[in-house]
């Protein structure tokens, strides 16, 4: 491990989409490139953290430092998660899916000409966020997103509430920042909002992993 602040501390980062089989073939997924959790991981190890990156399917490297745990599903991801306590902090920077396919069906799910397609039953997938800001074995720092494109702060501080984590990272997705390499966002904690300018994703995950050996070090 790297020397700095966070030596000796453990953080947890979830990161990239998580894919919800409908069969062997397709899935249902959000969009996202991992690009801003997998930055977040490799800051935290630089400064010294051990990291475990517990990632959804993405087309990115690791950052070098991290032990990664590769993950399909949110279900998958909350395991991996669970397992990799007890941690100093999670920063859940994942798009996981809000549902899932209430069925996996085995074979692959066929056309049949002249019938309509039948309808996709929904399940409600696990809130990884609100369940590790509720653990018996919370970290304690527990730092959640927001992707937003309107009321981005009053959003933010509903989840904040909603969820019981410590900070939110709200990120302002009106304009072109899905997939791409900068980032505006706000830093939405129990004591206020910081705007932060527009910035290259390595330099959100800079500041973000400062802020955190800030508080671990209080
Ligand atoms: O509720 P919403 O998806 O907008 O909240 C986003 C935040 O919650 C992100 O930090 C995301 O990683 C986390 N989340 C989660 N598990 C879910 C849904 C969202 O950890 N099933």
Redesign the pocket.
């Known amino acids: 491990f790297a020397d700095g602040p966070l030596k000796g501390r453990h953080v947890v980062v979830?990161s990239g989409p998580t894919h919800e089989p409908l069969d062997p073939v397709r899935y249902i997924a959000n969009r996202s490139s991992g690009r801003q959790g997998h930055a977040i991981a490799g800051a935290l190890a630089a400064l010294g953290a051990r990291v475990t990156l517990v990632s959804g399917p993405v087309a990115i490297a690791p950052p070098p430092g991290v032990a990664i745990v590769a993950v399909e599903t949110?279900a998958d991801m909350l395991a991996a998660v669970e397992a990799a306590l007890p941690a100093d902090a999670a920063v859940?920077?994942?798009a996981?899916a809000?549902f899932r396919p209430a069925e996996r069906v085995t074979g692959k799910i066929k056309k049949i000409p002249g019938q309509p397609p039948a309808p996709i039953v929904l399940a409600l997938?696990?809130?990884?966020?609100a369940t590790l800001s509720h653990h018996a074995a919370r970290p304690g720092l527990v730092v959640?997103?927001?992707a937003e494109t309107s009321n981005v702060i009053a959003n933010a501080q509903d989840?904040l509430a909603r969820?019981g984590c410590d900070w939110v990272v709200a990120n302002d997705v009106s304009g072109d920042v899905m997939g791409g390499t900068e980032n505006t966002v706000h830093l939405v904690t129990a004591s206020g909002v910081e705007d932060w300018p527009r910035l290259p994703k390595a330099e959100v995950a800079a500041r973000l992993a400062a802020r955190i050996a800030d508080a671990l070090a209080k």
């Open positions: 979830t949110a859940c920077a994942a996981v809000d997938n696990p809130d990884i966020l959640g997103f927001a989840k969820k």
